[in-house]
């Protein structure tokens, strides 16, 4: 089993930056494909961004290329969102999620979650 805890959420001004981490515990996350998704209020949960188990390949919803950077360390078994120029429709719940050889990909269904991590970005 994986456990999946999120930290670093918090409030910031639009244009700010923030940074997620994800520490794993249970099992090495090495044959893991991760991945970040994100609630806002009142939608479904959506695809962030994700990268693979060596972390040579990564991809990113359009809404946040060019402005958010996945990365992972498999020797501390954690993985980063570092969210750049961020704007208030940013504002969710961001979930850690992970997925033995999952997809790198929109379509990346993770098997575990963490249990989310709030950001809220003030216009």
């Known amino acids: 089993q994986v456990q999946l805890v999120e930290s670093g959420g918090g409030l910031v001004q639009a244009g700010g930056s923030l940074r997620l981490s994800c520490v794993a515990s249970g099992r090495t996350l090495s044959t893991f494909t991760m991945g970040w998704f994100r609630q806002a209020p009142g939608k479904e949960r959506e695809f962030v961004a994700a990268?693979?188990?060596?972390?040579?390949?990564?991809y990113y919803a359009d809404s946040v290329k060019g402005r958010f950077t996945i990365s992972r360390d498999n020797g501390k078994n954690t993985i980063s969102l570092q969210m750049n120029s961020l704007k208030a429709e940013d504002t969710a719940v961001y979930y850690c999620?992970?997925?033995?050889?999952?997809?790198?990909?929109?379509?990346?269904?993770?098997?575990?979650w963490g249990q989310g991590t709030q950001v809220t970005v003030s216009s």
């Open positions: 990268i693979s188990w060596s972390g040579g390949s990564t």
């Open positions: 999620a992970a997925k033995a050889w999952g997809v790198v990909g929109v379509t990346f269904r993770p098997d575990h």
